[in-house]
């Protein structure tokens, strides 16, 4: 079953439900793939985003909802920091499991591997390798700075 049915049932169920907060998260998850596939198509590309589009998308507004909920809780907002960290958890039932430490070091060393990367200079095609595999199953920023370990 695709990422959008997926999404899309998951609507209709908690519409059926009347679960207000997972509704509106649900539907902030659709208009924010919309605007993508608008923008698609405004290139060109009539098929809209792609399923990797959609993991990305899913990931950066996990994180950004991550991000609010820290900044409320420094500003002493516990209702509104439980509210983010809710809808992070409705997010983030439809990104694929996140791998472990180990398991992105391990993917690192494979991407390195399989390029043959040398020097600080690769790192962007390794990251555009682990990019292409990985998206939505590990955090990009925190694997960057593995990936200059490995290359220096």
Same mark, same amino acid.
């Given at each position: 079953?695709?990422?959008?049915? @997926?999404?899309?049932?998951?609507?209709?169920?908690?519409? +059926?439900? +009347?679960?207000?907060? @997972?509704?509106?998260?649900?539907?902030?998850? &659709?208009?924010?793939?919309?605007?993508?596939?608008? /923008?698609?198509?405004?290139?060109? &590309?009539?098929?809209?985003?792609?399923?990797?589009? =959609?993991?990305?998308?899913?990931?950066?507004?996990?994180?950004?909802?991550?991000?609010?909920?820290?900044?409320? $809780?420094?500003?002493? @907002?516990?209702?509104? /920091?439980?509210?983010?960290?809710?809808? *992070?958890? =409705?997010?983030?039932?439809?990104?694929?499991?996140?791998?472990?430490?180990?398991?992105?070091?391990?993917? =690192?060393?494979? /991407? *390195? $591997?399989?390029?043959?990367?040398?020097?600080?200079?690769?790192?962007?095609?390794?990251?555009?390798?682990?990019?292409?595999?990985?998206?939505?199953?590990?955090?990009?920023?925190?694997?960057?700075? =593995?990936? +200059? /370990?490995?290359?220096?």
């Amino acid at each position: 079953m695709s990422l959008r049915t @997926r999404i899309s049932d998951a609507l209709k169920q908690a519409m +059926k439900d +009347k679960a207000a907060d @997972r509704l509106s998260t649900l539907r902030l998850i &659709n208009a924010a793939i919309k605007d993508k596939d608008i /923008a698609a198509r405004a290139q060109g &590309n009539d098929e809209g985003v792609s399923e990797a589009e =959609v993991l990305a998308i899913l990931s950066k507004m996990a994180k950004q909802r991550q991000e609010s909920a820290r900044a409320y $809780e420094e500003g002493g @907002r516990l209702d509104l /920091a439980e509210r983010e960290r809710e809808e *992070v958890e =409705v997010i983030e039932e439809f990104l694929p499991r996140q791998l472990s430490v180990t398991e992105a070091s391990a993917a =690192v060393d494979a /991407a *390195v $591997e399989e390029i043959g990367a040398t020097s600080i200079r690769d790192m962007g095609k390794v990251m555009g390798l682990l990019k292409e595999r990985y998206t939505g199953q590990m955090d990009f920023g925190a694997v960057g700075p =593995v990936i +200059k /370990a490995r290359l220096s």
